[in-house]
């Protein structure tokens, strides 16, 4: 399954690589076979970057993102867990748990590299879920490559875990905020997660 801001890239660029090699062909004009690989071969990569797999997983809070956990940090009553994706992740992001969409908030800031440790200040999008747990924050935030934040979702929506939230073009990063007296953490920095499938904390009572 192909994410749809990806279909008028993939299909724009084959097709005109197909010409052009069509016509290298008919007219025996090398320089066409060269430009025509060239795009069939964008339009591959871009066909893999913007892949949208179907997810189903099991766990209490699962990852939002595709990509290696960057950081898990206790920032007063709350823990972030933060997942960097690289340019060769799914980047379709997901809701780690269900409950009811307050509101999504853009904020605007610089553009760091994602995996930077001051890339919290960066420009961001972040959706406020309403949950069993309280009040939960899904943070998608730009980077050095990723200018923009795509939100699939409507405030005043139910939400259910590893739903489709949105996605970010070209590689960056996602948080997700959770009250730290109401879970358990369960990845380290380096481990590697699956939007939708990947347990991220248990909840405790």
């Known amino acids: 399954m192909l994410a749809r801001e990806g279909l008028p890239w993939v299909l724009g660029l084959a097709v005109v690589g197909a010409l052009l090699a069509g016509i290298a062909y008919g007219g025996r004009w090398w320089p066409g076979y060269l430009l025509g690989g060239t795009a069939l071969g964008l339009a591959l990569f871009l066909g893999?970057?913007?892949r949208d797999p179907e997810r189903t997983g099991q766990g209490d809070v699962l990852s939002a993102a595709d990509g290696h956990v960057l950081v898990v940090a206790e920032e007063g009553p709350r823990v972030r867990i933060g997942t960097f994706m690289n340019v060769t992740d799914v980047h379709?992001?997901?809701?780690?748990?269900?409950?009811?969409?307050?509101?999504?908030?853009?904020?605007?800031?610089?553009?760091?590299?994602?995996f930077s440790p001051s890339a919290s200040g960066n420009a961001q999008k972040r959706y406020l879920l309403v949950s069993p747990l309280g009040i939960v924050e899904v943070v998608q935030i730009t980077g050095f490559l990723a200018r923009r934040c795509r939100s699939w979702q409507e405030p005043g929506t139910a939400a259910r875990r590893a739903d489709r939230l949105g996605m970010i073009l070209f590689g960056s990063r996602v948080d997700v905020v959770l009250p730290r007296a109401r879970v358990r953490v369960l990845v380290r920095p380096g481990d590697r997660v699956r939007a939708g499938c990947t347990p991220l904390a248990e909840v405790v009572p």
Request: hydrophobic share 40%; aromatic share 16%; glycine share 12%.
């Open 92 to 114: 379709v992001n997901r809701f780690p748990l269900s409950g009811y969409l307050l509101r999504v908030e853009d904020r605007g800031g610089p553009r760091r590299p994602a």
């Open 48 to 50: 893999a970057f913007f």
